[in-house]
């Protein structure tokens, strides 16, 4: 590391204690982002036709009834990351998993990844809300490299973020906000956009979001 480096990381804003302080303050049912039924992306990954062994990856799952959901659905292999371990815990704690089921819990940042680049042969990266937060080219570049570096070949990738009209800032934080056309730029031309729409999110306080929801396949 030069000396550039340090300097840059001493300055770089501490997201762990961020989220983890984001989750320690609230219950998980008043959060901004919590869903009671993560309906949106459940149409995304049914139609992706996956056996119920496949290999899914939900990137900053944080306490997320998604994961339930698609336990209750029968899916059997899971990756569950977040940077926060308080969120993790929180997800482990309120989840039942069936005797046949593997989930594996990896506390690891995106923009910054090791345990997460040991992944491979993913067969579907799902991401809700997550990406948005990463406002700098760097961290950008360095979540779609380690996509693109753990997905197998005609994985699939489920992109859900804050679209164009959406809010600018969530959890006190500056967002980047998303259209179909930015999501495939970024993904390049080696995957497809199967499926795409709007959709307005209903926090717990009766505010919206506005979301994009998007499905590639790798060719
Ligand atoms: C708005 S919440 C969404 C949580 C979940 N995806 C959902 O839909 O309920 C954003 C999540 O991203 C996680 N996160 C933020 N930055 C991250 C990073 N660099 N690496 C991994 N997770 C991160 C946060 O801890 C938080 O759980």
Redesign the pocket.
């Known amino acids: 590391m030069n000396e550039n480096s340090v300097k840059e990381d001493k300055t770089r804003f501490d997201?762990e204690k961020h989220?983890n302080a984001?989750?320690q303050k609230s219950a998980i049912t008043s959060l901004g982002?919590?869903?009671e039924n993560p309906a949106p992306s459940i149409k995304l990954i049914e139609a992706c036709n996956l056996p119920k062994e496949a290999f899914i990856f939900?990137?900053?799952?944080?306490?997320?009834t998604?994961i339930s959901e698609l336990l209750v659905k029968g899916y059997e292999n899971l990756v569950v990351?977040?940077?926060?371990s308080v969120?993790l815990a929180e997800l482990k704690n309120n989840l039942l998993i069936p005797k046949n089921a593997q989930i594996k819990f990896i506390v690891?940042?995106?923009?910054n990844p090791d345990e997460l680049l040991k992944l491979k042969n993913i067969d579907l990266w799902h991401?809700?809300?997550?990406l948005h937060?990463?406002t700098q080219e760097k961290d950008q570049k360095a979540y779609f490299d380690l996509l693109k570096s753990v997905l197998k070949s005609k994985g699939f990738v489920i992109l859900a973020e804050f679209n164009l009209e959406g809010a600018k800032k969530?959890?006190g934080l500056d967002v980047f906000n998303y259209n179909e056309e930015m999501l495939q730029e970024r993904l390049g031309s080696d995957f497809e956009l199967l499926k795409s729409f709007n959709f307005t999110y209903t926090q717990p306080s009766g505010n919206t979001r506005e979301y994009v929801y998007t499905l590639f396949q790798k060719k």
């Open positions: 997201f989220w984001a989750y982002w919590y869903e939900n990137a900053g799952a944080g306490a997320t998604l990351n977040d940077i926060s969120a690891n940042d995106l923009t991401d809700r809300a997550v937060f990463f969530c959890s």
